[in-house]
């Protein structure tokens, strides 16, 4: 999913984690919180255009697009290409879920097919060093055909968590051995947000079973026995 587009109606914002596609791209004042469905959140720290090669390999440049580093997968919104007068159909095509996307003139301009669950955009993206003559998917402006490469170099990609969040998603080690990570830079982009940590006197189930070799032994038995021989427990065996 990396190199691919997935037309998501569920976000708000264009977004890419791949930083070589975007052109005139410039950093964010204050980095911009993106939701995720988990509740947890990660960062958008600049905006670019993108180009992108659609059917009958047209060239649309796609424009506000957010880097976010730590996302999985590029998103293209509805909600932006909605915005801007163009239609979004979702149909069933052959037994097949597919996506349809046209221009505000009505003419069909990319395609898209359902994966795994998810519409995957039928195009390819182009690479700022590449010229062509280009259909702006933005708002009703003049703007120029070509565009400005910038030869800036990718920010380093960062990831902020908690030591308990970190402790977890490094497979449960040692608290000890992730703050050594972290001081020695041994992990590059780790970040720890210590405030927002929990107790560290807090233990994880999770590590403590791990440690276990065994269930522990309960000190005392939970069978309650009301009267003498309730409960009777033999290995005598009779014919079968």
């Keep these: 999913m990396a190199e691919r587009w997935i037309v998501d109606s569920g976000t708000s914002l264009s977004m890419t984690s791949n930083y070589e596609w975007l052109a005139n791209y410039h950093e964010l004042s204050k980095p911009k919180k993106v939701w ?6 990660i960062y958008a720290v600049g905006v670019g255009q993108v180009k992108i090669a659609m ?20 998103l293209l919104s509805v909600s932006y290409l909605v915005n801007r007068k163009y239609h979004v159909h979702f149909l069933l095509q052959n037994t097949q879920s597919a996506v349809e996307i046209d221009d505000p003139d009505g003419h069909v301009i990319a395609y898209g097919y359902k994966e795994n669950g998810l519409f995957i955009f039928d195009g390819t993206t182009c690479l700022p060093k590449e ?4 259909t702006i998917l933005s708002d009703l402006e003049s703007v120029n055909n070509s565009v400005e490469e910038k030869t800036d170099e990718p920010p380093q990609r960062k990831s902020t968590g908690s030591l308990t969040t970190w402790h977890k ?10 703050k050594k990570l972290f001081k020695k830079r041994m992990v590059k982009g780790m970040e720890i947000n210590e405030h927002d940590d929990e107790d560290e006197t807090h233990q994880c189930s999770t590590y403590l079973e791990g440690k276990m070799t065994r269930q522990p032994i309960p000190k005392v038995s939970d069978i309650k026995n009301p009267h003498v021989l309730h409960h009777v427990y033999s290995k005598v065996c009779g014919p079968m």
Excluded: F
């Excluded at 995720?36 to 959140?41: L, P, Q, S, V, W």
């Excluded at 010229?131 to 280009?134: K, S």
């Excluded at 998603?169 to 992730?178: D, E, I, M, S, W």
């Design 55 to 74: 059917c009958w390999k047209a060239i649309y440049l796609v424009q506000n697009v957010y880097y976010v580093s730590d996302l999985n997968s590029n």
């Design 131 to 134: 010229r062509a003559n280009i």
């Design 169 to 178: 998603h490094l497979g449960h080690v040692a608290k000890a051995t992730v």
């Design 36 to 41: 995720m469905g988990d509740e947890r959140h």
